[in-house]
């Protein structure tokens, strides 16, 4: 027989992601860039493949990314949130 268990009660669970976010900028597996990144070139991809390569899996906020133009968009890219067990029981 299978028990899960739970590793947080629900007055720990941020409300929003920007709640998300500030509860993770509170643990040492968090990395925010803010250089500008070219998605659509796969420069995020190239960072989290180097990051899982060197046997690192941290969420990563990319603060800066660009569109297809060039610009800087308005919008952050949140990424491996869910890439390691210990940070997915949270």
């Known amino acids: 027989m299978f028990v899960l268990q739970r590793h947080h009660t629900m007055s720990h ?3 929003s992601l ?3 976010v500030d509860q993770l900028r509170t ?3 968090f990395i925010e860039i803010d250089k500008p990144v070219r998605p659509h070139e796969f ?3 190239a960072i989290l493949k180097q990051l899982e390569d060197s046997g690192h899996t941290p969420a990563v906020l990319f ?3 660009t569109d297809l133009e060039g ?3 308005e919008f952050s890219i949140l990424s491996n949130i869910h890439a390691s067990r210990a940070r997915y029981r949270r």
Do not use: C, N
Request: no cysteine; hydrophobic share 20%.
């Open 13 to 15: 669970m941020a409300k």
């Open 18 to 20: 920007r709640g998300f």
């Open 27 to 29: 643990r040492s597996d």
């Open 43 to 45: 420069d995020v991809t």
């Open 63 to 65: 603060k800066h990314p």
């Open 71 to 73: 610009r800087p968009s």
